[in-house]
């Protein structure tokens, strides 16, 4: 049989009681029993009072066999006085007082020692779980829980992606009212990729589709996921999958996924490769409307790998573009609308041509602390002015174009945009400072199909060319691309002159490429000089726009 062996708290609390015990005890056994006249006058004559004492309207007699108390009015003082001495006190017991003192101060000595016990506790535990921790980490194995969070942000705070919220309105609907489309047997996408440079918003719009279907939002960067010792990565994804499912209709939204989902190949990563594997199973493993979605985030879709791209796990794409004038007009009015103010928004907004959303809060900001600093109580167009280089030169990658940047700008974007809405390369939309043409999962492309997306690439070195006889340095990603869609049509699709690859069917297949197209624009001249001008003042087309434009020049 084990034997009960009591730790120091159950120790202390039953010493404490013990001595509670003790005192309650010679407090009831010196305390006065009150006695009558009978009894009283009985020790009078029996001669067994040995010591009296006066408190207040008692008498306190003291005998050999106890203590007892009797009212002072009903005793004949001077009586009493002749048989024993009468002390008469205004003050309590001193023993009682003892007594009292005794037992304070032992419940203080015990309340000290149970607050030190459980200092130590306390202090053990953390220290434990301090030690627990480091190890945890060193191990690269830190727990992490994953807590939902509602998002309070609705498409009405997000200002200037109109495109986004079209193509976003019906996954909010099915997180809302997932019955209805479970009763027409509809899908919905699996996972949906935001594209686009850095600062556009992307993860505002993702809060924005978890506020407006009131789902809980499940936030973690792509880098979060990749750890030093292989299996952890894999192990957070299941981890956050889990807690996603179990909170369903969720939303989990995956920043920088390019950190884990980075093509396979090449330098090789065990850890990535082994996360990205796990990210791909659970988004396979997902049931018909299960109801979770998975919002990603990139600026680097060339990343990707692609089995993350295929049909079933991000099957809905949405380019997120730098904001053309009408955009930033309303994002401009968005925040400034809490700040006194006497500027023209058109006027700023026109100035600020390749500012993203997020360099144009930083921008309304700094104009602000400027108007501040001048002890002005409104932000006035010398304040935009004042700060906008210190914003330019503060921020990567910011366009800033000269009216003649501009107008070179717009030949060569409206080009591209002509170009792809003829040789029917699907986009987005094409701006005056980027642009993003949608790539079409196909597994068979034919020679003519690569040879549109090259032309496309070269349209606007083929306008540069014609509109002002010279070559420019914004060609060069286009470059690169019509570079390597012939290096793939040559290497790997045998689509040049010869089966074996060689540089000359490389540099054929670009110049002819380059030929065609100029030939092309020299013959759409007219709706040419139309999209320019549209560009310029609109900075963006779309294919509805360039429909309609072409529709009234032929």
Known sequence: MQLFKPNKLQILIMSFCILALLVSYIFIKNSPKAVNMKFYNKLLIENRIKEAKIYGDEIILSTDSGVYSIVKDGVDIERLLSIVPIDVKKENNFTELILIFILFVSSLFCLYYYQKLQRKKTQGEQNFTNFKNIAIEEEGMRAVNFLPSVSKVKFSDVAGIKGAKEELFEIVDFLKNPSAYQKM????????????????????????????????????????????????????????????????????FIDEIDAVGKARGGMRNDEREATLNQLLTEMDGFEDNAGVIVVAATNRLEMIDEALLRSGRFDRRIFVALPDLHDREKIIESYLSDKTHNVNISDIAKMSVGFSGAALSTLVNEAAINALRRECKKVEMEDFLAVRDKVLLGKKRLVRYSEKEKNVQAVYQAAKALCAYWFEIDFDKIGLVGDFTKEIDKEIESRMEIMAKIKVSFAGIAASKIYFNETYSNSREDLNKARRLATEMVEKYAMGDRLLPTAQDIES???????????????????????????????????????EMLGKVF
């Open 185 to 252: 047997g509809v899908k919905l996408p699996r996972g949906v990729l935001l594209i686009g440079p850095p600062g556009v918003g992307k993860t505002m719009i993702a809060k924005a589709v978890a506020g407006e279907a009131n789902v809980p939002f499940f936030y973690q960067s792509g880098a979060g996921f990749v750890q030093i010792y292989v299996g952890m990565g894999a192990k957070r994804v299941r981890e956050l999958f889990s807690v996603a499912k179990s909170n369903a209709p969720s939303i989990v």
């Open 509 to 547: 297949i670009l110049l002819n490429a380059l030929k065609e197209v100029e030939v092309f624009l020299e013959g759409m001249r007219k709706p040419l000089d139309l999209l320019v001008s549209v560009l310029l003042e609109e900075e963006s087309l779309t294919k509805d726009n360039i429909k």
